[in-house]
């Protein structure tokens, strides 16, 4: 079930300019219900901005993944309206275990410097600094609030190519499937009617046992997801997303 939270994040994100944003999301999963909460802040002032997404385990969830929770926090500058990551921090909780990952990004000299901890009852079990083998200027969280700069309402329906920091199993690669106008009545269908402007973000980690998911989701006219959809997962079938708040 450790998964989940994964799309949790993805759930979470949405296209806007704020100077503060907060989001909340509950997360179903077929016959088993309600899986977890996600809780999405967005924060700026002048120049700087600081991203946040907040994710854990309720229910059946609560009990399957040690009570799991995660953290994800993104600090960096705005230039030009766009978001540009500097630190990127990822922290996970599970039972006795906590693991943590901190991303640095050296914009002039093109390098992403990256140092993972484990923690075992309070104690520190491993340290391991490293370089990412390639270079952006978006983590996962700033990338999803850019799509609306790199993805107008001129895009052409079609596949677009990104990378981000924090998607290293998949170097640093996401896709993002912009529909034709033939597709959306599939999109309404699974996703509700609405003023929506309707997308898939392709996730290439193992959720369960789908091992290319792919997220439909909805973006209302606030620029805030509504809706987003993991379609026909092994034995429980979808995994759902909504705005609660």
């Not at 040690?66 to 953290?71: C, G, L, P, S």
Request: hydrophobic share 35%; glycine share 8%.
């Amino acid at each position: 079930m450790k998964k989940y939270l994964l799309v949790c994040l993805f759930f979470s994100l949405s296209w806007l300019d704020a100077q503060v944003l907060d989001v909340k999301y509950k997360v179903k999963f077929g016959i088993l219900g309600e899986l977890g909460v996600s809780h999405a802040h967005l924060e700026t002032e002048g120049n700087h901005y600081t991203i946040s997404i907040d994710a854990k385990a309720t229910g059946i969830a609560k009990s399957l993944s040690k009570n799991r929770k995660e953290r994800h926090i993104s600090e960096g500058f705005i230039r030009n309206g766009r978001y540009y990551t500097q630190h990127y921090t990822v922290q996970v909780e599970y039972g006795e275990k906590k693991r943590e990952k901190v991303y640095r990004v050296d914009h002039q000299k093109k390098i992403v410097f990256k140092s993972s901890k484990k923690y075992r009852k309070g104690k520190l079990t491993s340290h391991v600094e490293e370089t990412l083998e390639f270079f952006s200027t978006d983590d996962l969280l700033t990338l999803y609030f850019n799509l609306s700069k790199l993805l107008d309402a001129k895009s052409k329906p079609g596949l677009y190519t990104f990378r981000a920091i924090g998607a290293e199993q998949q170097n640093g690669k996401v896709e993002i499937r912009l529909p034709k106008p033939d597709q959306l009545k599939k999109y309404a269908n699974t996703l509700g009617k609405g003023e929506y402007r309707y997308l898939t973000a392709i996730i290439y980690q193992k959720i369960f046992s789908s091992n290319k998911g792919e997220l439909m989701i909805a973006i209302g006219k606030d620029g805030i997801t509504q809706k987003a959809v993991l379609k026909d997962l092994v034995l429980f079938g979808d995994l759902t997303a909504e705005r609660i708040k």
